[in-house]
């Protein structure tokens, strides 16, 4: 089965064309243009995509001559995600979908994320996913590919969101998170001891956003050398990956005394690129007998490749529907089309 998919949720114009588990073309184009705002504006990313998508789309087409009659199925984001940006990726695949007389697939976007790592690995069931992006800190409990349950997330800021933030407190670029990767190396991780919100609690829910006001107030009595943004950035990156690690560590506790004993960790989305976050992850599960995966790099950010990937896993039970409407707000497993 041959398919082509666009993502279009964010900043990201993505498209790719897949056969089982072989991506024939993946191109992805990450939107310079917000950078001087030092956030993604939903206007400019909308436009952005529409410039974008044509081009990428007949690159595929005439440039790498794909006859777009031997795609079997056309599948696009359709949230969660800006409805804008939602809008264009979803209304272009539509009218391919038709041009061709081929089924048109809506895929949720945490969902492509959420499968992502079975892409390249055999997933051992049941299976606990930290879904880490810009927009989104969730942590999901798979017991299949088809039965995956929300079990918590940020009440407040996403954990890219707070790399982001973190950064522009202390003059660094946008996109804040490999900025702040970069400095945090070769600075003193235990220089400034910043508050863990919600991380005794015994539930799996996050908040970072009292982090970033601690920070602010640090701004204030400190003065922005070079010292003081690598060892922020260092005390920064520390304070989030124990976080991280002490709700996985207090989740698979409770999910213990429910009798769910899992097998596997599945870090996905971009902030799983994170070299730091990955290492402590992994020293902390090392002789703990759970597996962990993480998808390819190039399936770590917003992609059409996972998109695709989800809609080749999901097609047997997945409806065409060329009349389903993008929604900004989307849960998994909200049954869009199925
Ligand atoms: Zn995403």
Known sequence: MLVFATETSCDETSICLMEGRNIIEHITFSQEIHKKHGGVVPELASRSHLEKIQNMTSYLFNTKKIDPNIIDVFAA????????????GSTFTKSLAISYRKPFIPINHLEGH??????????????????????HTQIYLMKDDKNIKLLGESVDDAIGEAFDKTAKLIGLPYPGGSEIEREAMGGNENKFILPKP?????????????????INLLTKKNKIDKKFIKDLSASFQKNITEILIEKIER?????????????????VGGVSNNKYIKNEIENYFINRNIEI???????????????????YK?????????????VPRMEVN?????
Not at 251 to 267: A, D, Q, Y
Not at 315 to 324: E, G, L, R, T
């Open 77 to 88: 984001t359709c949230g969660p995600g800006l409805i804008g940006s939602l809008l264009v």
């Open 114 to 135: 959420i499968l992502s790592t079975s892409f390249n690995n055999d997933i051992k069931f049941p299976c606990l996913v930290l879904l880490l992006t810009g927009g």
């Open 198 to 214: 919600l991380v005794k609690e015994k539930n799996f829910n996050f908040s970072f956003s009292g982090i970033k006001t601690h």
């Open 251 to 267: 989740g698979l506790e409770r999910l213990k005394l429910e009798n769910e004993n899992i097998k596997s960790l599945s870090v």
């Open 293 to 311: 995966y993480y998808p390819l790099k190039e399936m770590m950010g917003d992609n059409a490749a996972m998109i695709a990937w989800a809609c």
């Open 314 to 326: 999901n097609y047997h039970i997945s409806k065409n529907n060329i009349y389903f409407k993008p």
């Open 334 to 338: 909200n049954k869009l089309n199925k």
